[in-house]
C-alpha cells in the first residue's frame, strides 16, 4: 500500500492520502457517512455495518432523529479492524448552486468528527475519499482543505498522529494528490486574509492544549461579537465552580435545563467545546457511556443542536440553578476584594430572596445553606485572592474545588 505524504495540505505532516483496500486498512476509528435516518449510507457504509454486526445496527437506531452535519461515535463491535466507528450524516448531494457556502459547511461537518473522535483519546482515523452521491472533483479540494484548516484550529492537534484519506481506486487517489499539489501552487493566493494565511499557519505556534497548557497561562478571550452573537440565541455564559465564565445552561427538546462545561477552545477563541457535566461524571463510572457535547463555532451551535444524553443524566431545576449562580457570584466579589466573607453571604441571601420574589414563573424559595457550612470555602476564597500576586503558582486548583460547594447537587 503506497502512501504519499500530503505535507502541502497540512502544517504538520498529519494527513495522508492512500490507495488501498478497505479490506487491509486499520485505525482507530473509520468514518462512514449516513443518509438522515440512517439506514442507508454511502460508500462503504453497507460494508462496515455488516462487519461491525448486529450491535451496530441496534445502536445506529438510536440516533436515527441526527440531522445532516451531526456525527457520533460508536464502538466498531465485530469489527475487529478498528476501535469505534464514526457516522456522519450527510445529503445525498451538495447544493451546487451555493458552492462556497456549501463548502464551509461540510468542512465544519468534516472537522468536527475529527474532534469528536479527538476527545475521546482516539490518535488516527480514516475517511471515505466519497462523501455522498456527488463526484470527487469537487469532494477532493473540500476535505483535503478541511483537514489543512483542523490541524491549524484545533486545540486537540498535537494529540492526533494521522488523519488518512482512504481512495479504493487510483481515479480517486489522483484526484487528491492534485487537490493537495494546487494548495501547494496557490500558497499565497490568500495573504490578505489571516484566516487562509499558508505562512502564518506555519510560523503560529500550536495552541495549548488541556492537556499541555501551563498553569497560569491565560486562554485566549472569546470574542466579544460571538458573545453577543450567542446571547441573541439565548446562550449565556455563566460561572463556573472556579468562578469563570465557562458554563452554559441550555434546554434540551423537551425543555428541560441542561448544563455544559466548557472543556476547550480553539487558539483563536471562536470555537468553544462543551461537555453535558452530569454525562461526564457518569461516563467516569463506566465505558463507552453517553456524554453529550456541543460545538460553538462563530456564537452558533454546530451539529446536533439537542445531543442524546447519558439514561441517568438527570436535568437541573430552576431552584438548583439559582442557588449555585447566586453563590458562586457572591464568592467572586470575595475573590475581587469587593466584599468580606461574611457580606458577601448576606448578599446572597438578600439577592435570591429577591429573585424569587420578583419571578414570574413563581419558584419556590430554595434552601440556601447555612453559614457555618460554607465559611471555610468563602475564607478560603479569600486567603487565595490576598496571597494571588505573589504566591498564585503554589496554590493548588483543589482550593476551589466543584465539590465542595453546597446548597445544590453538583458532579
Not at 441550555?250 to 441542561?258: M, S, T, V
Not at 470555602?377 to 485572592?385: L, P
Request: hydrophobic residues 35%; charged residues 30%; proline residues 5%.
Amino acid at each position: 500500500m503506497e502512501e504519499i505524504d500530503t505535507k502541502p495540505a497540512t502544517t504538520r505532516e498529519r494527513v495522508f492520502i492512500v490507495e488501498g483496500a478497505l479490506e487491509e486498512a486499520t485505525a482507530d476509528v473509520i468514518v462512514v457517512t449516513a443518509q438522515p435516518g440512517l439506514e442507508n449510507g454511502f460508500g462503504w457504509f453497507d460494508y462496515v455495518k455488516e462487519h461491525a454486526g448486529p450491535e451496530f445496527e441496534e445502536a445506529l437506531k438510536k440516533y436515527k432523529h441526527c440531522g445532516v452535519g451531526s456525527s457520533r461515535l460508536l464502538p466498531s463491535f465485530e469489527y475487529k479492524n478498528f476501535k469505534a466507528i464514526a457516522f456522519l450524516v450527510m445529503p445525498p448531494n451538495f447544493r451546487m448552486d451555493a458552492t462556497s457556502v456549501e463548502a464551509q459547511r461540510i468542512r465544519a461537518f468534516c472537522k468536527n468528527t475529527v474532534d469528536i473522535a479527538a476527545e475521546e483519546e482516539y490518535s488516527s482515523i480514516i475517511f471515505p475519499s466519497s462523501l455522498n452521491n456527488d463526484g470527487i472533483d469537487w469532494v477532493a479540494p473540500v476535505l483535503m482543505r478541511s483537514f489543512k484548516e483542523w490541524a491549524r484550529e484545533s486545540p486537540y492537534i498535537e494529540n492526533f498522529t494521522e488523519i488518512r484519506i482512504l481512495c479504493t481506486s487510483h481515479e480517486d487517489y489522483e484526484h487528491y494528490v492534485n487537490a493537495a499539489n494546487r494548495m501547494t501552487s496557490t500558497k499565497r493566493r490568500y495573504k490578505a486574509n489571516d484566516e487562509y494565511d499558508d505562512d502564518m499557519a506555519v510560523e503560529e505556534p500550536v495552541a495549548p492544549t488541556s492537556k499541555s497548557r501551563r498553569r497560569g497561562e491565560p486562554l485566549v478571550p472569546i470574542p466579544h461579537e460571538d458573545i453577543e452573537h450567542m446571547k441573541s440565541n439565548g446562550m449565556f455564559l455563566v460561572l463556573s465552580a472556579k468562578l469563570e465564565p465557562t458554563i452554559l445552561n441550555l434546554k434540551d427538546q423537551d425543555g428541560k435545563k441542561r448544563q455544559y462545561r466548557m472543556t476547550n477552545r480553539s487558539r483563536d477563541g471562536r470555537k468553544l467545546y462543551f461537555r453535558c457535566s452530569r454525562c461526564d461524571t457518569l461516563a467516569k463510572k463506566c465505558e463507552n457511556a453517553v456524554r453529550a457535547r456541543l460545538i460553538i463555532c462563530n456564537g452558533e451551535v454546530m451539529g446536533d443542536e439537542f445531543p442524546t444524553h447519558h439514561a441517568d443524566c438527570e436535568p437541573w431545576t430552576d431552584e438548583q440553578l439559582l442557588v449555585q449562580q447566586i453563590d458562586r457570584s457572591s464568592r467572586k466579589t470575595v475573590k475581587e476584594g469587593l466584599l468580606q466573607p461574611f457580606e458577601a453571604y448576606q448578599d446572597a441571601l438578600t439577592r435570591i430572596s429577591s429573585v424569587v420574589a420578583n419571578d414570574s414563573n413563581a419558584i419556590e424559595l430554595p434552601k440556601f445553606p447555612e453559614w457555618n457550612q460554607v465559611r471555610h470555602q468563602y475564607f478560603r476564597i479569600k486567603k487565595r485572592a490576598d496571597r494571588e500576586g505573589e504566591e498564585e503558582e503554589e496554590i493548588p486548583e483543589r482550593m476551589i474545588d466543584e465539590t465542595a460547594e453546597i446548597g445544590y447537587e453538583d458532579e
